[in-house]
């Protein structure tokens, strides 16, 4: 079945930095466009960050445009979220999917980005 493991979150200063690692399974990773999502306590998991298959392509949330960057290695099967200049609000667990209609029943154990001085 679809697999999504999640890893790089950690504590951090404002202003800091982090890359987050996605590494999925279970599915022909190479022919999907992928996304990362949030949910910070007491919000709705919201969409941050989507690349096209190829990733020839992204978007962001204009929250984070200009600070985050998605990127992925189809090779390796992997996701990639490089965040620079976090902020308090960017403090939240951080999960991989398929965005939109394509967004698969099985979650990831997510990753914990704590951002706080």
């Known amino acids: 079945q679809v697999q999504f493991v999640e890893s790089g979150g950690d504590l951090v200063q404002p202003g800091g930095s982090l890359r987050l690692s996605c590494a999925a399974s279970?599915?022909?990773?190479?022919?999907?466009?992928m996304a990362w999502y949030r949910q910070a306590p007491g919000k709705e998991r919201e969409l941050v960050a989507s690349?096209?298959?190829?990733?020839?392509?992204?978007n962001y949330a204009d929250s984070v445009k200009g600070r985050f960057t998605i990127s992925r290695d189809n090779a390796k099967n992997t996701l990639y979220l490089q965040m620079f200049s976090l902020k308090f609000e960017d403090t939240a667990v951080y999960y991989c999917?398929?965005?939109?209609?394509?967004?698969?029943?099985?979650w990831g154990q997510g990753t914990q980005v704590t951002v706080s001085s």
């Open positions: 690349i096209t298959s190829s990733g020839s392509s992204t």
């Open positions: 279970g599915f022909a990773f190479s022919a999907y466009a």
């Open positions: 999917n398929r965005p939109y209609r394509d967004l698969s029943r099985y």
